[in-house]
């Protein structure tokens, strides 16, 4: 399984979650965990998704939902699990 | 799952406190490329490096992206050039600097470092070659780095090789005058040199090091500067608390990369070297760390003190983080790559006095001091001299990374540009150490460099 973080991070508007879901789906890429937060306008979204069978290289994916996220003012970005456990768990 | 917090932190981390992976460095052994025909033995190294290192840099690319953490350079090093020119017969090392040059731009690395030769006891013909053909190799090559190392805590200080290095510096700033003395920004001179040190200048893969290994470099001064804006007065405890908690973390990422990389390429996994290294950009400088924890102006009294407390508690983060911690190690307090450096020496509160007083404590030396252009060969010597005592004594590296600039005097400036920063140009003291420096001979190890 190879896991990676989905971060997205902006202005609040509708349609975040629907976007990056659909681009992923698109991809074959599986969603296995979601945690979103709304902070004033402020949004936050992680989500944890296997990309084990994705449809283009990593990179591709990565410049993809950079872009789209782009479209909508959002930073959205996408980064292997380990570098997290590497730096939070013992 | 990790949660929330920590993943936002990270990336804030990245994105806003400057934290990366400062090099990955393949250190690659020559030793065999050696041949008595010089341009056979440059064909060698040229072939070498090329086909050793030829994946570094789409490998940390591919890295960088998937883990979206920046890995600012990709860099070689190589066996001390004066060990594998040895055999070849010929006076002219230049064009053994200009293979590694060509080497270096053919795998798109921005440094190259080894042009290197190690005299702490004495010279070889080779090691004196070399050493004569430093300013000419420096002005002809964008990206080879030099280094000498003339002492050591075993040896004792070779003051021939300290007075050859002051001449080797004046002229290499003499020969690369237009672009402000630049090449005196690759050429670094060591009292005990390490042999996997991952950062240039003073890169080289000591003899002891196997054909092939990654080393990392680590960053993030930013980070540990966040950290500890967020105690504002707590206790020293607390503070290098802090700061160990913050190096650890950010030792791991070096560790994740090196090992990733090191799968990747099929080379075996070096070291990760432990240091805080400044940039020129605001907000990753390591004088403002110490100015963070209660100094009005990094220099003032108080600032060793400070930096001894980073230095060790840097270290006591890493060490459990890492499986192979070595290279330098500690935090850099180089004065061009820094801002809040830059600042406090246009300020006049740090002296080039207080810099030596600060290496004594930290990881490396003076580095990246601009003086006054007409500064004599001989003061410069002294300078290196002084440093190398510093680190013979105190079973440590130091090092010195000076740049006589041409045409300048105290209080005008140097820009190098790029990581190398902007260095104002520093006063030295006016006496005269040439008597001294032209004694020649060797400066005995101390006593306690008779361990065994």
């Known amino acids: ?90 | 799952m990790i949660n929330t917090h920590e993943i936002l932190d990270t990336i804030h981390m990245i994105d806003q406190e400057h934290l990366d992976i400062r090099t990955i460095t393949m250190g690659v052994s020559l030793l065999d490329c050696a041949h008595p025909d010089p341009k056979e033995a440059c064909r060698r190294i040229y072939d070498r490096i090329c086909q050793r290192a030829e994946r570094l840099v789409p490998v940390g690319e591919a890295i960088e992206m998937e883990y979206g953490i920046p890995i600012v350079n990709k860099r070689i090093s190589v066996t001390p050039i004066a060990l594998v020119a040895g055999c070849s017969e010929t006076e002219d090392y230049t064009p053994f600097a200009e293979a590694m040059d060509r080497a270096a731009d053919a795998c798109g690395v921005n440094f190259i470092g080894g042009f290197s030769a190690l005299v702490h006891k004495g010279f070889t013909t080779g090691d004196r070659r070399l050493i004569r053909a430093i300013p000419t190799a420096l002005a002809a090559t964008e990206r080879v780095c030099s280094s000498v190392n003339v002492a050591s805590s075993k040896a004792g200080i070779n003051m021939d090789a300290v007075a050859a290095m002051g001449r080797a510096i004046k002229e290499t700033a003499a020969l690369t005058a237009d672009a402000g003395g630049m090449g005196c920004a690759k050429l670094v001179v060591f009292a005990n040199a390490v042999e996997d040190n991952p950062f240039m200048a003073g890169a080289f893969h000591g003899v002891g090091e196997a054909e092939c290994a990654i080393h990392v470099g680590v960053s993030g001064p930013g980070v540990v500067h966040h950290a500890l804006k967020k105690i504002p007065g707590a206790s020293f405890d607390e503070v290098a608390e802090t700061v160990k908690r913050t190096a650890f973390r950010i030792t791991r990422m070096g560790q994740l990369v090196g090992m990733e990389a090191s799968s990747r390429l099929g080379v075996p996994f070096g070291i990760v070297d432990l240091s805080l290294a400044p940039t020129p950009a605001v907000g990753d400088s390591v004088a403002r760390i110490l100015e963070e924890m209660g100094l009005e102006v990094c220099g003032g009294h108080g600032t060793t003190a400070a930096l001894a407390l980073l230095n060790d508690a840097v270290k006591k983060g890493g060490v459990m983080a890492s499986s192979h911690v070595g290279g330098l190690s500690g935090a850099f307090i180089p004065v061009s790559e820094d801002e809040g450096m830059i600042a406090a020496v246009r300020s006049g509160a740090l002296s080039l006095d207080k810099l030596e007083a600060m290496t004594c404590v930290c990881s490396v030396g003076l580095d990246m001091i601009a003086v006054p252009g007409d500064t004599p060969a001989e003061t410069i010597s002294a300078i290196i001299a002084d440093e190398a005592a510093v680190g013979m004594v105190n079973s440590k590296t130091t090092a010195v990374r000076i740049i006589p600039a041409p045409g300048k005097s105290v209080g005008d400036t140097v820009v190098f540009g790029g990581l190398l920063g902007s260095a104002p140009v520093m006063p030295v003291h006016p006496g005269s150490a040439a008597v001294f420096v032209s004694r020649g001979g060797r400066i005995p190890a101390p006593l306690h460099s008779l361990k065994n």
């Open chain 1, 1 to 90: 399984m190879l896991r990676a973080i989905v971060t997205v991070i902006g202005r609040d508007q509708v349609g975040i979650i629907a976007a990056v879901c659909a681009l992923l789906s698109e991809h074959q890429v599986n969603v296995l965990d979601i945690s979103q937060t709304v902070l004033q306008e402020y949004f936050s979204m992680i989500m944890l998704v296997d990309c084990s069978d994705c449809s283009v290289p990593f990179a591709q994916l990565a410049e993809r939902l950079r872009a789209a996220g782009e479209e909508r003012s959002l930073d959205v970005r996408i980064q292997r699990e380990d570098i997290f456990n590497a730096m939070h768990r013992v």
